[in-house]
Nanobody, 115 residues
Framework: DVQLVESGGGLVQPGESLRLSCVAS????????MSWVRQAPGKEVEWVAG???????????SYADSVRGRFTISRDNAKDTLYLQMNSLKIEDTAVYYC??????WGQGTQVTVS
């Protein structure tokens, strides 16, 4: 079975940083494009960032306008781990953050609260 386990969330003040991690098991992680999505209370799911499965020389990352320039997605295929470095956090970044595979497998999420 596919398992995605997110961690790294927490309570921070505006302007601070957090680094989320997502450890994958049950899949060949290196073969999958990966994304981070988030859901704030009472709001729809929002795609945040994505990264391709290509070798690092050709790997591409993309971002939602709301986070571009502040968030960085990365991956370590040797560790089956996806990351999201979040800098200059804003109150509106408060949400549960999920990592998602390109086959629509989701983790349980990690709460990020900026207050």
């Amino acid at each position: 079975d596919v398992q995605l386990v997110e961690s790294g969330g927490g309570l921070v003040q505006p302007g601070e940083s957090l680094r989320l991690s997502c450890v994958a098991s049950g899949i060949t992680f290196s073969r999958h494009d990966m994304s981070w999505v988030r859901q704030a209370p009472g709001k729809e799911v929002e795609w945040v960032a994505g990264i391709t499965s290509l070798p690092s020389l050709f790997r591409a990352a993309s971002y939602a306008d709301s986070v571009r320039g502040r968030f960085t997605i990365s991956r370590d295929n040797a560790k089956d781990t996806l990351y999201l470095q979040m800098n200059s956090l804003k109150i509106e970044d408060t949400a549960v953050y999920y990592c998602v595979t390109d086959e629509a497998d989701w983790g349980q999420g990690t709460q990020v609260t900026v207050s």
